[in-house]
């Protein structure tokens, strides 16, 4: 069956402490991985894509196979980082099908 | 610019009474889907549609209706609302072309039912 799994509904960290949101995957085949990010009263918006292998505001997340994992980090948190993360999947018969994880929420205490 | 328009953000009903919150995206996407968002659940998928008259149930699609007659609009109904159908919606848009798989998601619309 294909699914993400986020094993924390809410992580706090103080400023400047590394941060690593966890996520995993269940998925018979090659899916594309993302991370989605919902700041307060704003829309859902793509942080990054594992394909792109970029870094984004100081976030990474390398793709584990082995492992099936695509973990989210930062090493230093900021306050603005505060939000909600999505970690999604979509399969690769590209019909736009989009399957996320349940959500964590990120705390950056000052 | 390039975006996904909902429409109402907020909206207040009571049960069975017919509601419709519209959805309309300007970047010639084919996919289109609906989510709702519950606390300690994520994002689940209601329905989705693939192209103009094609379109498919999610995993939580009991209650709802679509309908996808323009590649731009993709409709969401509740023809009998009920209490648990209370939620923050999201409507999402996507490109089929390969690498090109982001989704652009609507503003939200908090929809409770008394």
């Known amino acids: 069956a294909q699914r993400v799994t986020q094993p924390e509904k809410l992580l706090s960290v103080f400023k400047g402490a590394p941060v690593e949101l966890k996520c995993n995957y269940s998925?018979?085949?090659?899916?594309?991985l993302f991370w989605y990010v919902q700041y307060s009263r704003q829309r859902l918006q793509l942080l990054l894509r594992?394909?792109s292998r970029e870094s984004i505001k100081g976030f990474t997340a390398d793709l584990n196979k082995g492992e099936t994992s695509f973990h989210l980090k930062k090493p230093f948190a900021q306050e603005e980082d505060s939000a909600m993360y999505y970690c999604?999947?979509?399969?690769?018969?590209?019909?736009?099908?989009?399957?996320f994880g349940q959500g964590t929420t990120l705390q950056v205490k000052p | 610019e390039a975006q996904v328009t909902q429409n109402p953000r907020y909206l207040i009903t009571v049960t069975g009474k017919k509601l419709t919150v519209t959805c309309s995206q300007n970047?010639?996407?084919?996919?289109m889907s609906w989510y709702r968002q519950d606390p300690g659940l994520g994002l689940r998928q209601i329905y989705y549609?693939?192209?103009?008259?094609?379109?498919d149930k999610g995993d939580v699609p009991e209650g709802y209706k679509v309908s996808r007659k323009e590649k731009r609009n993709f409709p969401l109904i509740l023809e009998s609302p009920s209490p648990n159908q209370t939620s923050l919606y999201f409507c999402?848009?996507?490109?089929?072309?390969?690498?090109?798989?982001?989704?652009?998601f609507g503003q939200g619309t908090r929809l409770t039912v008394v």
């Open positions: 999604a999947l979509t399969g690769h018969s590209n019909t736009g099908k989009l399957i």
């Open positions: 970047m010639n996407h084919e996919y």
């Open positions: 549609s693939m192209n103009v008259e094609v379109t």
């Open positions: 594992h394909i």
């Open positions: 998925y018979s085949g090659s899916p594309e």
């Open positions: 999402a848009s996507s490109s089929r072309a390969t690498g090109n798989t982001e989704a652009f």
